[in-house]
Each structure stands twice: as C-alpha cells, then as structure tokens.
C-alpha cells in the first residue's frame, strides 16, 4: 500500500477508545492517564509513519493533556471529554480570523501548492464561512454529548460519528455549490 494513502487518520482515535474502554473496566484516573499516554503516543506514531505532525494533531494533543491533566486534578472526565469541543472552536474562530482578513485558506494552500484554482476563489471563501458554522455547531454538539451523554455515544460522535456528519455536510456543500455556480453563470 502506498505510504500517502494509508488511514493514518485513524490513530487520532486511539486516545478516545483507550478512554472509553479504561473508564468501563478500570478507575477514572487509570483511564485518563492512558488518554493522554495514547494522545502523546499518536503524535509520535503520526510523526514515524508521515515525518512530521500535522499542526492539528498538535493542538489534540496539547488539549488531550491539558483537558486530561484538568480532569485528573478535578476528578471528573468531562474536562477530557471536551477536548472535540475546543478543537472545533479553534478551528472555526481560525476561519473567522481569516474571514476578517478577507483571505481564504483553502485558496492560500492551492496557490501555495502552485495549483490551478478549479473553482473561484469566493467560492472558497463561500465554502470556508459554511465550514466554520458547521466547525461550531458540531463543537456545541459535542459538548452537548459530552456533558450529557454516556462515554460510548461521546466515542461514537468523535470517531465515525464526525465522519459521518462532515460527509452529509460536504455533499449539501457540493450541491448548494453546484446550484450557487449554475444561478450565476447565466
């Protein structure tokens, strides 16, 4: 299999599953020391497997410490539960600083990338504002899930769960953007 097309995305799940299975058969604090063991640990394998860490998986794993390290101390795993919640706030308020700026990251890594732009770059700058409102709203739900809802459902959400939900978002995407292109071509 080539090196690139290997679902290296699949060992941001560990800490999470390492979580949710120590928290049903062990102590709150054996299943938060082997979250952050794991977060800390992926980074590594991310680094070993790709040769280098991606500047998202930095930011995991910094929350999944700290959030762990405050959960620990407080006694109280939703602290480590929220660690999706951050995340997706960070992200978003990234798009909405570049908004302000009146840049768009997407067209700022294709120029970088020296590729053709297949699309305008308002549409971008379109995609990006949806992007981020999805980034909150699925960053409300998973603090949502994680004060509420058991350590299982929280595992789903963040595992297959986002996948799923950032699918149904990009083929709404894709669509309206389809549409939005059509009505102004004419």
């Given at each position: 299999?080539?090196?690139?097309?290997?679902?290296?995305?699949?060992?941001s799940?560990?800490?999470?599953?390492?979580?949710?299975?120590?928290?049903?058969?062990?102590?709150?604090?054996?299943?938060?020391?082997?979250?952050?063991?794991?977060?800390?640990i992926?980074?590594?394998?991310?680094?070993?497997?790709?040769?280098?860490?991606?500047?998202?998986?930095?930011?995991?794993?910094?929350?999944?410490?700290?959030?762990?390290?405050?959960?620990?101390?407080?006694?109280?795993?939703?602290?480590?539960?929220?660690?999706?919640?951050?995340?997706?706030?960070?992200?978003?308020?990234?798009?909405?600083?570049?908004?302000?700026?009146?840049?768009?990251?997407?067209?700022?890594?294709?120029?970088?990338?020296?590729?053709?732009?297949?699309?305008?770059?308002?549409?971008?700058?379109?995609?990006?504002?949806?992007?981020?409102?999805?980034?909150?709203?699925?960053?409300?739900?998973?603090?949502?899930?994680?004060?509420?809802?058991?350590?299982?459902?929280?595992l789903?959400?963040?595992?297959?769960?986002?996948?799923?939900?950032?699918?149904?978002?990009?083929?709404?995407?894709?669509?309206?953007?389809?549409?939005?292109?059509?009505?102004?071509?004419?």
């Open positions: 299999m080539n090196q690139d097309s290997r679902p290296y995305f699949l060992l799940f560990l800490p999470a599953i390492a979580y949710w299975l120590l928290e049903s058969y062990s102590t709150l604090e054996i299943a938060l020391v082997g979250g952050i063991i794991l977060g800390v992926e980074m590594g394998l991310e680094k070993k497997f790709t040769g280098h860490v991606h500047t998202i998986s930095k930011l995991n794993v910094a929350l999944i410490v700290v959030l762990g390290g405050v959960s620990l101390i407080a006694k109280e795993g939703i602290f480590f539960k929220l660690q999706p919640t951050f995340t997706g706030l960070a992200l978003a308020s990234f798009l909405i600083f570049k908004k302000f700026k009146n840049q768009s990251l997407m067209v700022e890594m294709l120029t970088d990338m020296k590729q053709k732009l297949p699309m305008p770059a308002e549409l971008y700058k379109m995609m990006e504002w949806h992007l981020c409102l999805f980034l909150i709203g699925f960053a409300v739900f998973m603090g949502y899930t994680a004060i509420l809802q058991t350590t299982a459902v929280w789903f959400w963040k595992t297959a769960g986002f996948y799923i939900a950032f699918g149904g978002f990009m083929l709404v995407e894709i669509l309206y953007i389809r549409w939005f292109a059509r009505r102004f071509k004419k």
